[in-house]
């Protein structure tokens, strides 16, 4: 059944003390077509406020790269922060052009910062990567892949960030495509605040043109195999 046939109507995801957010543009109770919030559906509402974006009645949210345009989970600025925090996020994005996009991005002013993005830019493409690293310059750790995605295919984004083990890894579609090389500053400069960001920048630079279905976030390291799992629990409404 693809996206374009299903709308859930199920009032909230089944209890996981470890997600913290479950926004889902294809069920009902998540958002009902009208309003400016998407609802979360744990009970830890944190849910995202609308701007610049028009929901389809197929099951997704569009973005339009235009400054502005995208989602704001406020309710989580504190709660992920890679300062001694595990944590684990993403879900189903698609780009309308090849052009360079931010799918997610974590941070405020010039903090450090959190984002998943990939495209070409000023000429050159790039792959798909999740860059942990300081606004005012040096990567702290960055998830570097080989993958260039294509136009208009959904594609099911998930970035983790394993403290521990110092550690940054992306996920494309269940399978691990990148991890970081190095690590670097001090635990003690790794604060992180301010908003999630859905398809936008804090700053409104390299937004994504494109779409945004359904967005989880976890306070813990899923391994590969609930990774794999995500991706296999709806990857049919998206053409898999």
């Given at each position: ?93 698609k780009k309308d052009n090849t052009n360079w996009g931010t799918f997610w991005s974590k941070g405020a002013g010039s903090q450090y910062e959190l984002q998943v993005a990939g495209g070409t830019s000023s000429g050159t493409a790039y792959p798909l990567r999740y860059i942990f690293y ?107």
């Open positions: 059944m693809s996206i374009n046939e299903k709308m859930f109507a199920s009032s909230t995801t089944p209890a996981d003390p470890n997600l913290l957010a479950h926004l889902d543009a294809n069920n009902t109770s998540s958002y009902s077509g009208a309003g400016s919030t998407w609802y979360d559906l744990t009970a830890n509402n944190n849910d995202g406020t609308i701007s610049g974006a028009t929901w389809n009645a197929g099951g997704y949210f569009d973005v339009t790269g235009a400054s502005n345009s995208g989602i704001n989970i406020a309710g989580l600025t504190t709660q992920i922060t890679p300062n001694g925090n595990d944590s684990t996020m993403g879900g189903w994005f300081r606004r005012s310059g040096s990567d702290v750790g960055t998830a570097l892949s080989t993958t260039y995605l294509s136009a208009n295919t959904w594609y099911h984004i998930i970035g983790v960030i394993d403290w521990s083990n110092q550690a940054v890894k992306l996920y494309l579609n269940g399978s691990l495509i990148g991890t970081n090389t190095y690590w670097s500053h001090s635990a003690s400069n790794q604060l992180l605040t301010g908003s999630i960001y859905l398809g936008r920048r804090n700053d409104n630079s390299g937004n994504l043109d494109g779409k945004v279905a359904e967005f989880k976030v976890y306070d813990k390291v899923l391994t590969a195999s609930e990774v794999t799992a995500l991706f296999d629990e709806n990857k049919s409404d998206y053409g898999y």
